[in-house]
């Protein structure tokens, strides 16, 4: 890194919160400000983190030439709006997932960046830059499990946070608002497409507006003939839950997080691996941190300062948008989707 970047996060909440103590400190970074629409979390958060200013209004900073990466950390809804302002100004950005909660407004997000190929926008798939998510990635790659044929997931939540949950409802369901992440997965991990869609879905208490759903479970095929499913809940009465399970012909590998674990705990995430060429069972322990924040913002300025594409690709990014999208309208609307190729979604 050739210079100090300086930096304003919007959105004082929750993953605002993951971003900025992870990046606050690190010589290459200045936080320029910090700013959130409850005056109190903006103020709070710039003398906690040590940011110069604090405001309301990201207006206030997007013209400033001591400003080069805006962070977006803010509700799903507002991402597009501040995405056009940042690249009017000139500015890099790092925006949260998902990028929108329409189809309209995902078509323009993914089409804003493609044409201002002078800022690098890096949306947060921050499973791209976990080290436990990353060996796996590889193993798989490696060919170690053999051909995919099955992958298993679920990540569901016991919400102890209610308005937090009812605001983030409000825009999405958890099986995009998340589901964006593990469509990604299954494509970053297999290299391969996802072609069809459908699912199941529905309420449990009240947490969730009336016409969406804070349950789902997302089936899908890949273009060998692989299944997967991504199971996703936000209830007052959900168990927190997690399975990552990716099952080949020649092996398996499970993911279990340190949270998840009920021994050796200190030990990190654990990678467990059967081998069964070898009928042999492997434990791998990894040092990971869930949220690379650090990790990901490197990313960001490496793509600046040498013009590579972001990891992962705007690309890859739309598609997984895109898929969530589908599913979500499969759950809806009980159907089924068929695809020649999830790439034709880029058309
Ligand atoms: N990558 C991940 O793993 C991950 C995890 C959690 C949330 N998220 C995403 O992050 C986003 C925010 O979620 P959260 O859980 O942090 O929500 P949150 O409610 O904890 O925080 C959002 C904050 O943004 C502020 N805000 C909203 N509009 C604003 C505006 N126009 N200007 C300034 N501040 C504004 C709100 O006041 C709030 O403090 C969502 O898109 C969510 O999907 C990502």
């Known amino acids: ?21 992870d990046i606050y400190f690190r010589e290459e ?24 200013e604090w405001s309301t209004d990201y207006r206030d900073f997007l013209n400033r030439p001591d400003v080069d990466i805006v962070i977006i950390a803010t509700y799903v809804a507002t991402h597009l709006s501040i995405l056009r302002e940042c690249l009017a100004a000139g500015k890099h950005v790092l925006c949260e997932k998902p990028i929108a909660s329409s189809l309209e407004e995902g078509e323009e997000f993914y089409h804003l960046v493609k044409s201002h190929p002078e800022c690098r ?14 060996r796996a990635a590889q193993m798989i790659h490696d060919g170690m499990i053999g051909e995919v044929r099955l992958i298993r997931m679920a990540q569901n939540h016991h919400i102890m946070n209610r308005e937090r949950y009812a605001t983030l409802l409000r825009d999405c369901p958890p099986i995009v608002d998340c589901g964006v992440h593990y469509v990604d997965v299954i494509r970053w991990f297999t290299g391969m497409d996802i072609v069809t869609l459908s699912g199941v879905g529905c309420r449990i208490g009240d947490v969730a507006p009336e016409d969406t759903y804070n349950y789902g479970l997302l ?10 499913f991504y199971e996703a809940a936000w209830a007052d009465t959900t168990a927190s839950s997690n399975l990552k399970e990716f099952i080949g012909d020649k092996g398996r590998i499970r993911l279990v997080l340190q949270e998840y674990r009920f021994q050796d705990h200190e030990e990190g995430d654990l990678i467990e691996y059967y081998d069964a060429v070898e009928n042999v069972y492997h434990t791998i322990n990894i040092r990971s941190k869930y949220k690379n924040m650090w990790g990901q913002l490197q990313g960001l ?27 979500d309208q499969a759950i809806k609307e009980e159907k089924f989707v068929n695809l020649r190729s999830d790439r034709e979604l880029l058309d």
Do not use: W
């Open 301 to 327: 300025i490496r793509s600046i300062e040498t013009g590579v594409e972001t990891f992962p690709t705007i690309d890859d990014v739309y598609i997984a948008f895109r898929l969530a999208l589908l599913g």
């Open 1 to 21: 890194m050739k210079k100090t970047y300086g930096v304003v996060l919007i959105g004082c909440g929750h993953i605002g919160k993951a971003h900025i103590s």
């Open 121 to 134: 926008v890096q949306v947060a798939h921050i499973l791209r830059y976990n080290e436990t998510y990353r």
């Open 219 to 228: 089936t899908m095929q890949l273009e060998n003939g692989a299944s997967a």
């Open 29 to 52: 970074i200045d936080i320029i400000g910090v700013v959130d629409l409850q005056p109190e979390l903006a103020k709070a958060f710039a003398k906690r983190f040590g940011a110069k």
